[in-house]
């Protein structure tokens, strides 16, 4: 059977769910062959460790330091009548007078500080209306609450009030390498506390899971087994200290079946700073699209060696155009990081904000050039953005102006995405999660509220047009 790819999703049934940087230091590489201690149950090998070779050390020093600062998350969602999700039964979630109940899911999650910042995956928790953190061992029970997230990475931060909580130490992804010993912690098919042990198989995975306009995909890939309930917790190296987030597997049954993947630490601390200062991620676009070299594209562009990334599209005046880049140049470093994928691309790009720089190195019919990009944010400036989005009861809805770099993507004027559906109007009318409207009744809005406004009084015969990410249309007619 063809293998495909399963997001660990935070839902009931087997759904596969689930800052700052310290100082970072070298991470501990297996020198020689792993050897079973039988009288202490542990697993020891001698390794070079900052240079220096030191004997016996072990899996339970690295699950001693991350198991207490992995959290079990259950959720409850109260699922809107008539809505049926297709990932669950359908009859175990009915009563008999037709209506939707309540659907549990679980997951993990990962403190990162004392007073209670912790970190999920976004699959976790979406759409939640309760949200419930358990300690480690079921030692105590707290309500959480959704600080922000990125859908761009499928990360969540969310808030309980705790004081003086175990908290991780943040290591650097950068420095981790392949084959190297990791442990995977978290709370597989609602078993709290669970370790597993494996290497890191590859870096800069890009498995095309996040489904968004802008996603991030640059996952470390492990062998190290990662099942249901494993979504949000912690991938540690031999010293406890993170370097990934737990977020899908790789499987053709939805469990473990040797590949899981990981978000970097390095990506995950800089989502997380900006939800904890800002409420919202400061995201820098350079204004081009690139795309992965394969070999046939190779020849053609007469490249002797396996480094770049082909520059697919460049926006008309902007930051790339700007500084000289152009369609069809092959991108070699990124701020003097050599780029091997797409992957690795985004991810250099995604540690930075708006207003930042970067320096390029790329080849043009085979020569070299270097450039120097300013980042620009999705509303074209340098500026810090803030958090727009705008919630209705009435509608059981949120709703969000598309950012700019969007809107030319698109080809429309204005636009508002929905979100966070839920009961109320617009989940009667089965518009789905991620839809733009652009106009309400022939009516263009350059205000959401105004929209909102207008979607909320609404009788009789109304019409709503608009686009979904991918570029479709469609136009939805009720009679209210």
Known sequence: MKKILIVMLGFVGGILGAAVFNQFQTTVVLTQSVKEEADNNQMNSSVAYKGQVTANLDFVKASK?????????????????????????????????????????????VILTADGYIVTNLHVVKDADQIEVITNNNKQSYKGKIIGSDPSTDLA??????????HVVLGNSDQVDIGEWVLAVGNPFNLTSTVTAGIVSAKGRNINIVNNQFPIESFIQTDAAINPGNSGGALVDLDGKLIGINTAIAS???????????????IVAKIIKDLIEFKEVQRGFTGMDV????????????????????????????????????????????????????????????????????RLKYLRNGEEKLSTVSLLNREG????????????????????????????????????????????????????EGFIITKFNRKEYEKVEDLINDLEKGRGQIQIEGIFPNGSRAVYSFYL
């Not at 990932?87 to 109940?101: A, E, H, I, K, M």
């Not at 808030?159 to 003086?164: D, Q, R, S, V």
């Not at 209705?392 to 995405?417: C, H, M, T, Y």
């Open 291 to 358: 795309k992965d070299i394969d070999a046939a594209m190779a020849t053609t562009l007469k490249i002797n060696n396996s480094h770049g990334v082909y520059v697919d599209d460049v926006l008309t005046e902007g930051p790339a155009d700007q500084s000289g880049i152009r369609k069809g140049d092959v991108i070699v470093s990124v701020n003097e990081k050599t780029i091997d994928t797409k992957a690795n691309f985004d991810e250099q790009v995604a540690y930075l904000r708006p207003g930042d720089k970067i």
């Open 252 to 266: 053709n049954t939805g469990s473990y079946n040797g590949y899981g993947f990981a978000i970097p630490v390095n």
């Open 65 to 109: 330091q991350a198991t207490p600062c992995v959290v079990f998350i259950k959720t409850l969602t109260n699922q809107q009548r008539g809505y049926v999700d297709p990932n669950f039964d359908f009859w175990s979630n009915f009563d008999f007078f037709g209506r939707r109940g309540p659907v549990a899911s679980s997951g993990s999650g």
């Open 381 to 432: 400036t340098t500026a810090i953005m803030k958090k727009g989005t705008v919630s209705s009861d009435a509608l059981g809805a949120d709703f969000q102006a598309i950012p700019k770099l969007e809107r030319d993507k698109l080809g429309v004027k204005n636009g508002f995405r929905i979100s966070q559906i839920r009961n109320g109007r617009i989940a009667m009318m089965g518009i789905q």
């Open 157 to 166: 931060l969310i808030k309980i009030e705790a004081a003086n909580l175990p």
